[in-house]
T-cell receptor
């Protein structure tokens, strides 16, 4: 049973460019959340997708957008990259049940130069 | 913004000793969860304690929750070198996303 998978594992981009990160949830999970984790900090919530709709959103600018596909996989897009966007981007899946814990992928390390 | 605040920020102990980490939060919660993260990897769920529970055990882990003080503690007994990781508390408000603290970095020295 595959857990949450993310691709790519590492990415280097230049300021102003755009990036797309991908996530496949754990089998049986229908909800996908994205988090940004800066070095030495805890994960910060970006947004959550359920039934192909953005259900909740954290305090991130519109440059951050996402999508969920019918097979529950998800993408995170970031436009007009800034140096401050350099971070570990974590995808987490869960079932839409109360008290359902998050299952995380190993993340995509994005470096913006 | 981060709701949970772990204390201490870093902890170094000898193998076999117990490790205690604390978490304080600000608003009412539905449950509180603890996660572990090995360097540069994803977080792994350790244990969940509901707001109406006061204590929970899982193997060498013991979690307490005091909703009147808005605080929780994670105790790892008989620590091992493999327990070296960062530990995060996360609060679930019910209709809000899981909010993580900044974490405690635990080093267990063999």
């Amino acid at each position: 049973d595959a857990g949450v998978t993310q691709s790519p594992t590492h990415l280097i981009k230049t300021r102003g460019q755009q990036v797309t990160l991908r996530c496949s949830p754990k089998s049986g999970h229908d909800t996908v959340s994205w988090y940004q984790q800066a070095l030495g900090q805890g994960p910060q919530f970006i947004f959550q997708y359920y039934e192909e709709e953005e259900r909740q959103r954290g305090n991130f600018p519109d440059r951050f957008s996402g999508h969920q596909f019918p097979n529950y996989s998800s993408e995170l897009n970031v436009n007009a990259l800034l140096l401050g966007d350099s971070a570990l981007y974590l995808c987490a899946s869960s079932s839409d049940r109360l008290n359902s814990p998050l299952h995380f992928g190993n993340g995509t390390r994005l470096t913006v130069t | 913004s981060q709701q949970g605040e772990e204390d201490p920020q870093a902890l170094s102990i000898q193998e076999g000793e117990n490790a205690t980490m604390n978490c304080s939060y600000k608003t009412s919660i539905n449950n509180l969860q603890w996660y572990r993260q090995n360097s540069g990897r994803g977080l792994v769920h350790l244990i969940l304690i509901r707001s109406n529970e006061r204590e929970k055990h899982s193997g060498r882990l013991r979690v307490t929750l005091d909703t009147s003080k808005k605080s929780s503690s994670l105790l790892i007994t008989a620590s091992r070198a493999a327990d070296t990781a960062s530990y995060f508390c996360a609060t679930d408000g019910g209709n809000t996303p899981l909010v993580f603290g900044k974490g405690t970095r635990l080093s267990v020295i063999a």
